[in-house]
C-alpha cells in the first residue's frame, strides 16, 4: 500500500490561489521545505500538515 495518500509532497497550487492569511488578508507565499504558508504581512508561518494547511493564529510559528 501507497504512503503518498498520507503524505502529499505538495500543496494543490488551486488551493493556494485562494487561501489568504487569516490575520491580514494577505497573500500567502509556499515554503516547500519547512511545509508552510507564509504570511509576509503578518509575520508568520502557518503550518501544513498531512496535506492540509492550518489556517489558526494559534498554530503558526512566528518569523524573527
Known amino acids: 500500500m501507497s504512503d503518498a ?3 502529499p509532497a505538495s500543496v494543490d497550487p ?3 490561489e485562494v487561501l489568504v492569511c ?3 488578508r ?4 509556499y515554503d516547500r ?3 508552510e504558508l507564509v504570511s509576509k504581512g ?5 503550518p501544513i ?3 492540509v494547511p ?8 512566528r518569523l524573527d
Open 5 to 7: 495518500f498520507n503524505t
Open 14 to 16: 488551486r488551493l493556494l
Open 22 to 24: 487569516p490575520v491580514t
Open 26 to 29: 494577505g497573500r500567502l507565499t
Open 33 to 35: 521545505e519547512r511545509q
Open 42 to 46: 503578518a509575520r508568520l508561518a502557518f
Open 49 to 51: 500538515r498531512d496535506g
Open 54 to 61: 492550518i489556517m489558526l493564529a494559534d498554530e503558526a510559528r
